[in-house]
Nanobody
Framework: QVQLVESGGGLVQPGGSLRLSCAAS???????MGWYRQAPGKQRELVAI???????NYADSVKGRFTISRDIAKNTVNLQMNSLKPEDTAVYYC?????????WGQGTQVTVSS
C-alpha cells in the first residue's frame, strides 16, 4: 500500500507561516494528492488538492493564503500556509488516491495561537 508521511506542523502565531510536506512511498507516482484538515468537533474538510494535470482546487476559506504544490520527481506534495489564522488550527492530513483507493497520512498538528 501507499504510505504517506507528513511533516512541518507545529505552533505558529497568527499571521505567521508554515510549510507542510508529505512524502509518498510504495508508489512511483500518485495522480491525486492533497490536504484535508479536521478541527476539534468539526468534520474533516478538504483544504487543497492537485491532480496529475496540475489542476488545483482550494477551500474557499484558504484561497489566497495557502498554496499547494507537488514535486513529481520526488512524489511529494507541499502546502505553503501564509497569513495563518486561529481558525486554521487543526490536524492536517495528507491524502492521495491511487487506483480508486484512498490513502491517508497519520496527520500533523497545526496550532495557530499567540
Amino acid at each position: 500500500q501507499v504510505q504517506l508521511v507528513e511533516s512541518g506542523g507545529g505552533l505558529v502565531q497568527p499571521g505567521g507561516s508554515l510549510r507542510l510536506s508529505c512524502a509518498a512511498s510504495g508508489s512511483i507516482f500518485n495522480p491525486i494528492m492533497g490536504w484535508y484538515r479536521q478541527a476539534p468537533g468539526k468534520q474533516r474538510e478538504l483544504v487543497a488538492i492537485v491532480i496529475s494535470s496540475g489542476i488545483t482546487n482550494y477551500a474557499d476559506s484558504v484561497k489566497g493564503r495557502f498554496t499547494i504544490s507537488r514535486d513529481i520527481a520526488k512524489n511529494t506534495v507541499n502546502l505553503q500556509m501564509n497569513s495563518l489564522k486561529p481558525e486554521d488550527t487543526a490536524v492536517y492530513y495528507c491524502y492521495s488516491n491511487l487506483r480508486s483507493k484512498d490513502y491517508w497520512g497519520q496527520g500533523t498538528q497545526v496550532t495557530v495561537s499567540s
